[in-house]
């Protein structure tokens, strides 16, 4: 389970953008979560990936409660996510090749040696070509580069993915091609996913469940 | 009107490839000219004292009958080998500090930035003499004098970019991804900071050899005999003001034109590095 409780969380303490929500994703499960631009979403998903400290509330992945967040979050907690983010253009280091993009957390959590195979395995998921990995992201389109940057979520076989706006920059095909990774994935790993949207259609059709904003914020306005 | 468009974009071309040239010569007179031809620049004739420019001595004698040309060209290799050395130990402090402070901010950026702080807030000239004085004259003395005062301006410039990297989503990226902070600063942010800290690093090269210069203009940097170009230029203040103004003139233009020409370097990449700044010549 993935449980967030009562999380109060924001950038500045006297006016938190996520008022006392609760948000619990089960195993397996996909929820999306619906909101305007700027309610707070991301900010929430950002929590439960241990991305960003809230300033109060819980959060439990798989029965252990989170106890840092970032570095200080253990690193076994911490690689139990995948997330893709909304701008694949910010979200990649802009000196890396995009095979290196993949093959970075294997690398950064000492598993260099199942890099080549675990890139050239991800890359033909997600559609990416041995030239393609080549380049670097400048070289590449917005589509191209996101797929790249859902191959690193994969990359060390997370319990949980966290999609945040991952498709609203891209065109329908491309949207529809990483949503059908993203399920093939869970469906042979079992993940549970968490994904951040404004697109109901898309949600609706995508999750197991929607969450709406208004429904799950008592006090945010 | 078009052609009022395009004069500013001319400019700074020209002055490319202008410097270029001149701090490529710069550099092989500096290393070549004193291998190929070793001639004694300590040799003095003192019946060719204070001689104007001639055949013989193209940019005349001082006051003990030195060929200046000589002096210049050796003057100009220590300058040089002073400037480059303090600017890369000046650099490679600075980064080291600025991206520490940056990278792990909170309480230690805090008392490192102060530290910064503190030693800004001392006139870098005098700290510098401060420094020079503790030690016998010579040339160790001098780089380390410029590079401790000269540290501070890359840590600040690194530690600002450090922390703007720091908040990008690929770092957020890369923290899911399992990395430690070591790897996150290794690996992502020192090289996104290494482009900044290069120009900090070639802008520095010409303010190190001017602080070389005040040094021994001061009489606390390199010996008196040495041939640098801050102890030529003092040594010429007394027969300036007799009217003789090689020994003045020609020491000074060998600081100031590959000052320039470095400037006019370092002002071209900083507008590749960001092209809605504009183009200034600053030291």
């Known amino acids: 389970m993935l449980e967030l409780s009562r999380i109060t969380a924001g950038y500045e303490r006297r006016a938190p953008v996520v008022r006392d929500v609760s948000l619990t994703v089960a195993p397996g499960e996909a929820v999306g979560l619906l909101g305007p631009s700027g309610c707070g979403k991301s900010t929430l998903a950002r929590v439960a990936a241990l991305l960003h400290r809230p300033y109060s509330g819980t959060v439990v992945v798989d029965g252990r409660a989170a106890h840092g967040w970032r570095h200080r979050a253990p690193r076994e907690q911490r690689t139990a996510f995948g997330v893709v983010f909304q701008q694949p253009r910010l979200s990649a280091d802009p000196r890396m090749r995009l095979a290196d993009l993949i093959a970075e957390p294997l690398r950064a959590t000492g598993r260099r040696d199942e890099a080549a195979a675990r890139v050239d395995e991800l890359a033909g998921r997600v559609g990416l070509s041995a030239e393609l990995l080549r380049r670097r992201p400048h070289e590449v389109s917005d589509g191209q580069l996101q797929r790249a940057c859902l191959a690193r979520a994969l990359v060390l076989r997370p319990r949980w993915l966290i999609c945040d706006e991952m498709t609203a920059m891209l065109d329908a095909s491309t949207t529809a091609a990483l949503v059908a990774v993203v399920e093939d994935y869970r469906a042979e790993s079992g993940a549970g996913l968490l994904t951040v949207g404004h697109d109901s259609v898309l949600l609706d059709r995508w999750c197991d469940r929607t969450a709406r904003w208004e429904d799950l914020a008592s006090g945010a306005g | ?283």
Request: aromatic share 6%.
């Open chain 2, 1 to 283: 009107m078009a052609d009022t468009l395009s004069r500013p974009l001319r400019i700074p071309r020209l002055s490319l490839s202008l410097s270029g040239a001149v701090v490529a010569a710069v550099v092989l007179v500096a290393l070549f000219v004193p291998v190929l031809f070793p001639v004694d620049e300590q040799a003095v004739d003192l019946a060719a004292k204070l001689r104007p420019p001639s055949w013989d001595h193209p940019f005349g004698t001082d006051e003990v009958g030195r060929d200046l040309l000589l002096r210049c060209v050796h003057g100009l290799r220590i300058s040089l080998l002073v400037g480059v050395v303090a600017a890369l130990v000046a650099t490679v402090v600075g980064t080291a500090v600025g991206a520490l402070a940056g990278a792990l901010g909170g309480w230690a950026d805090r008392v490192v930035m102060r530290v910064v702080d503190l030693f800004s807030s001392v006139p870098h000239l005098l700290l510098g003499i401060f420094v020079v004085a503790m030690f016998r004259p010579g040339i160790w003395p001098v780089i380390a004098s410029v590079a401790l005062t000269h540290w501070l301006s890359t840590a600040r410039i690194v530690r600002a970019e450090v922390l703007s990297l720091r908040s990008r989503p690929y770092i957020d990226a890369a923290v899911v991804g399992g990395a430690s902070r070591w790897r996150v600063t290794v690996r992502h942010l020192l090289p996104g900071v290494l482009p900044q800290a290069g120009l900090a690093a070639v802008l520095m090269v010409p303010h190190a050899i001017w602080h070389e210069s005040a040094l021994s203009f001061l009489g606390l940097g390199l010996p008196a005999h040495q041939a640098s170009l801050g102890n030529m230029v003092q040594a010429a203040r007394g027969s300036l003001l007799a009217g003789d103004w090689w020994p003045t003139l020609f020491p000074g233009l060998f600081i100031i034109v590959p000052t320039l020409a470095v400037a006019g370097l370092a002002a071209s990449w900083r507008d590749r590095l960001n092209p809605r700044r504009r183009s200034e010549l600053t030291l």
